[in-house]
């Protein structure tokens, strides 16, 4: 049979390579999709070093935890049901905050400084998020909110940071920065592309001014894919960590013109 044969020394390298890309910032390694498709649970325990790991759903992040994972566990998409919150809460997940009703929900946990939000802001991808005007809004809210722990963080995604020659995530690093005034949290900003492309995303500077330490997501780069088409993944020194694998069951010559 053909088999995916997954190669725990190239995620390793791959981790320590966006590790020296982002010198300073935090990891959150994405390992949402099963990994893309390199496991899940395993992929977790290879990624042990990380600061934290993160998921899209909470289901994801509920198989980690009864898998024996302790590391910090983030839910991308945060919870599209109470019954979700609920069930995140138990198995300590933190959470994206990223639409109204999602504040509903907290006031609705009969518990008290049980979970830690992200708060997420749309800054020009146009999917998930508040606009950065009400980011002070939002904090106040979360800040009401009983269940939730003290000291969320903010963050945003990158749309174009694949393209070298968008001007887009300069207009998102800078609407994010100026959204950010006087807040004095942890941020998060680049994914894989962000990390290998704009080092504007990962350092404090006048277009980004921010207090706290800064969480890079990296994703396709920790798998040994370049998320930058046109580039291949060896020009940003990462290894391929998955190949397949088959049995040869027979070999037979053949004329030229020859039917296959």
Not at 215 to 233: C, E, H, T
């Amino acid at each position: 049979t053909a088999v995916a044969v997954i190669n725990a020394s190239a995620i390793r390298h791959n981790f320590n390579r966006i590790k020296s890309a982002a010198v300073g910032c935090r990891i959150m390694a994405v390992i949402k999709a099963n990994a893309y498709g390199h496991g899940l649970i395993e992929t977790a325990q290879i990624l042990s070093n990380a600061d934290g790991l993160a998921v899209a759903r909470v289901d994801e992040g509920a198989k980690l935890r009864m898998a024996g994972i302790r590391q910090p566990i983030l839910v991308l998409e945060g919870c599209a049901e109470f019954a979700e919150m609920e069930l995140a809460v138990e198995h300590d997940l933190e959470l994206v905050v990223h639409e109204p009703s999602h504040f509903d929900m907290l006031d609705a946990l009969l518990k008290e400084k049980v979970v830690a939000i992200w708060l997420k802001l749309d800054t020009g991808m146009g999917r998930l998020g508040f606009e950065p005007k009400l980011l002070d809004a939002c904090l106040t809210r979360l800040k009401n909110c009983a269940a939730v722990k003290p000291d969320p963080r903010v963050m945003t995604h990158l749309a174009c940071a694949d393209d070298p020659n968008d001007r887009t995530t300069l207009q998102q690093v800078r609407s994010f920065g100026a959204a950010l005034g006087s807040f004095t949290g942890d941020v998060s900003i680049a994914n894989s592309a962000g990390v290998l492309l704009w080092p504007q995303t990962l350092a404090c500077s006048e277009l980004l001014d921010y207090k706290g330490e800064n969480w890079v997501r990296p994703g396709l780069a920790l798998y040994g894919a370049s998320p930058i088409p046109g580039r291949s993944a060896q020009e940003f020194g990462l290894e391929p960590a998955m190949s397949f694998e088959s049995r040869l069951i027979a070999v037979k010559t053949l004329k030229k013109g020859a039917r296959v």
